[in-house]
């Protein structure tokens, strides 16, 4: 894994939260799913330990969010 895919995650899951400040649930699901399988992909990749925390952060930041967007809150 490449230490700039990791730099990219971040303006993606900043997207998800935009559409979700927005009300637009349905992209911002669908939109959190693909960056959630992209992290899933990485975590399969990884090798150093530093990428793993920080993919992991990202991981439950996902998971939040979505569950969010599934409960309809806020």
């Known amino acids: 894994m490449h230490s700039q895919q990791l730099v990219n995650l971040k303006p993606k899951v900043q997207t998800v939260i935009d559409l979700l400040a927005k009300n637009d649930r349905e992209n911002a ?11 899933e992909n990485l975590i399969d990749e990884v090798v150093l330990d530093d990428h793993l925390i920080e993919l992991s952060k990202y991981q439950v930041l996902l998971t939040h969010l979505l569950l969010k967007i599934q409960n309809g809150s806020h």
């Open 29 to 39: 699901q669908l939109f959190a799913l693909k960056v959630s399988e992209e992290v």
